[in-house]
Nanobody, 121 residues
Framework: QRQLVESGGGLVQAGGSLRLSCAAS????????MRWYRQGPGDLRDMVAS???????NYADSVKGRCTISRDNAKNTVDLFLNNLKPEDTAVYYC???????????????WGQGTQVTVSS
């Protein structure tokens, strides 16, 4: 069973919007920072947005003003809202989160399997 599962990817026209979701499951005792990365064709995997457990957000310059990251601590989920999508937003988007797997509350880093976002002109 995967600890992080992404959903919401797909094909969208330029100028459109998408909502990506990531849900943590399994033995979750605490959730630390949560992040979204993306990796385009031939590119490195780069951070798109991050949010701390206290709700402090950070965005890459490439999506600033077009992107919102949010989390629901009760549901152990994190969402990424992408607006005014551009062809250069085409990438596999990965959820990343710090999860505590037992009562010690020690945090470890986990990755989702990725979800494809394709933006057509």
């Amino acid at each position: 069973q995967r600890q992080l599962v992404e959903s919401g990817g797909g094909l969208v026209q330029a100028g459109g919007s998408l909502r990506l979701s990531c849900a943590a499951s399994g033995s979750i005792f605490a959730v630390g920072d949560m992040r979204w990365y993306r990796q385009g064709p031939g590119d490195l995997r780069d951070m798109v947005a991050s949010i701390t457990s206290d709700g402090i957000t950070n965005y890459a310059d490439s999506v600033k003003g077009r992107c919102t990251i949010s989390r629901d601590n009760a549901k152990n989920t994190v969402d990424l809202f992408l607006n005014n999508l551009k062809p250069e937003d085409t990438a596999v988007y990965y959820c990343n989160a710090e999860l505590a797997r037992d009562w010690t509350k020690r945090l470890y880093n986990y990755w989702g399997q990725g979800t494809q976002v394709t933006v057509s002109s």
